[in-house]
């Protein structure tokens, strides 16, 4: 079975139909009942099981739902893929910005992510199989003035990712980091963006960053970063003096208002 966060929408559904067309049966988690039932019973038109588990990832009892979900009673089966897609970003100066949102992103972003990956990593370790696919960010490698606090969500999502790779090399569990770069979904609406940023190019649709993200996943790759711009990108961050990447950061995201 594969449990997906965040799958009422956007990267999250598109995940959710990826794997169901492989053959897995769904865990689907969101706050929204109707959209995740409406995917359900889209795929289970494709011959697979959808279990609806509505949670609030932000709050703790909503996390524990899902934890206590992927830790697996008797006589459920067992989440051999996780997927923390769940995630939401704010635009504007830190200091202008509500902290309620901002300690919101850290809970949903990080706490939630980290908390599910403990409860789903310790079944899949000891059956040999399965695995997490994170969802980072195009602004996990570098810092984003004007998004500050995600793009250190993210950050934290990477690292965090790479590491828990290593720790179960061998052990036949995949872990792997998808790193999507500006994409379409209902992230704008709910970020507060209203410019475009870059140019049209740039952009992304939700399917085509899940089939990478889902691809990747399949072939054990440890980060996926869609789309060739977007590679270049997060190579060339490696690259430039780190002053230098903030700043032109600061202009992208200046772009987004
Ligand atoms: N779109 C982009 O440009 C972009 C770029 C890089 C990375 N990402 C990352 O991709 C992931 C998916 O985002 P998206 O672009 O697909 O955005 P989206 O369309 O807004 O989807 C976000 C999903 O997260 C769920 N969610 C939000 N708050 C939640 C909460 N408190 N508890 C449980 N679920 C919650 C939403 O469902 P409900 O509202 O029903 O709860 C929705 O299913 C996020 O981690 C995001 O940071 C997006």
């Not at 049966?25 to 494709?46: F, G, K, M, Q």
Request: charged share 20%.
């Amino acid at each position: 079975m594969a449990l997906v966060t965040g799958a009422s929408g956007g990267i999250g559904e598109e995940l959710a139909r990826r794997a169901a067309r492989d053959g897995y049966d769904l865990v689907l988690v969101a706050r929204s009942r109707d959209r995740l039932e409406h995917l359900a019973s889209v795929c289970e038109a494709d011959g697979v099981t959808s279990e609806v588990l509505v949670a609030d990832l932000e709050t703790g009892a909503g996390v524990e739902a899902v934890e206590e979900r992927i830790v697996c009673r008797s006589g459920e089966r067992p989440i051999d893929v996780l997927v923390n897609n769940a995630g939401y970003g704010s635009l504007g100066s830190f200091a202008e910005l509500p902290l309620a949102a901002e300690l919101g992103q850290i809970s949903l972003n990080v706490v939630a992510l980290v908390r599910l990956s403990h409860a789903g990593l310790p079944g899949m370790v000891e059956r040999r199989r399965g695995g997490l696919l994170n969802v980072g960010s195009l602004a996990s490698f570098q810092p984003g003035p004007g998004m500050a606090t995600y793009a250190a969500t993210k950050a934290f999502v990477l690292s965090f990712t790479e590491s828990i790779r290593e720790e179960v090399r061998g052990t036949g569990v995949r872990v792997t980091c998808l790193c999507p770069g500006f994409t379409r979904t209902g992230f704008q609406a709910r970020a507060g963006v209203r410019g475009t940023g870059l140019s049209g190019p740039t952009w992304q649709d939700a399917a085509g960053v899940a089939a990478a993200g889902w691809e990747g996943f399949s072939r054990d790759r440890d980060v996926v970063v869609p789309g060739i711009l977007n590679r270049a990108a997060a190579a060339g961050v490696r690259l430039a003096p780190r002053a230098l990447v903030r700043r032109l950061s600061a202009e992208v995201v200046r772009g987004l208002r």
